[in-house]
C-alpha cells in the first residue's frame, strides 16, 4: 500500500560526465522543481538506483544532447551509453527528452536573481527544464 504523504514522483536528469542534475515532481501536483545533484563516480549508478526508489519514482525523464542542427554528438552517445548501463538497474520507464539550451537557459536565470549559485545549480535547473518540457508534451500519459 502507497503512504498517502508520498506520493508517485517522476525524475528528471540533466547527465553530464562530472555531474547528474536531477529534478523532481509529483505525479500528482506536476509541479517540477531542482532535487540537486549527484555526483559522476563508480557508483553513481547505485546512488541513482538508491534515489529513484526512495523518491518512489515511477517514470525517469532523460535529457538528450543533441547539435544545434539536431544531430548526434559525443555528448548524445556518453548520455546514452550512461543510461544503457543504469537501465540494468532499473525498473521505470525511460523517456528522452530534447534538452536544446537548458543549462544555457538555467544560467540565464540563475544570473537574473543575483545571488551566487554553483556548477550543480545549473544542472538542478536544466533538469528542471527538461522535466517541465515533460510535463507539458506528456500531460494525457501521467497517471
Given amino acids: 500500500m502507497k503512504a498517502r504523504n508520498s506520493p508517485d514522483t ?3 536528469l540533466d547527465v553530464g560526465e562530472r555531474r547528474i542534475g536531477v529534478a523532481t515532481a509529483s505525479v ?3 509541479l517540477p522543481h531542482p532535487w540537486g545533484v549527484l555526483d559522476q563516480s563508480a557508483d553513481v549508478t547505485e546512488h541513482l538506483h538508491d534515489l529513484l526508489q526512495r523518491l518512489r519514482a515511477v517514470t525517469l525523464v532523460v535529457g538528450l544532447p543533441r547539435g544545434m542542427d539536431g544531430q548526434e554528438t559525443a555528448q548524445t552517445v556518453y548520455v546514452r ?3 544503457s548501463r543504469v537501465q540494468t538497474v532499473l525498473q521505470i520507464p525511460v523517456y528522452w527528452m530534447d534538452e536544446a539550451l537548458t543549462s ?3 544560467k540565464v536565470e540563475l544570473e537574473l536573481r543575483k545571488r551566487p549559485y554553483s556548477k550543480g545549480d ?8 527538461i522535466l517541465n518540457d515533460y510535463l507539458t508534451t506528456h500531460q494525457k500519459d501521467i497517471t
Avoid: E, G, P, S
Wanted: charge should be neutral; charged fraction near 10%.
Fill in 28 to 30: 500528482v501536483a506536476r
Fill in 104 to 106: 544555457h537557459q538555467a
Fill in 122 to 129: 545549473i544542472d538542478a535547473l536544466a533538469a528542471c527544464y
Fill in 10 to 12: 517522476i525524475v528528471a
Fill in 81 to 83: 551509453n550512461f543510461i
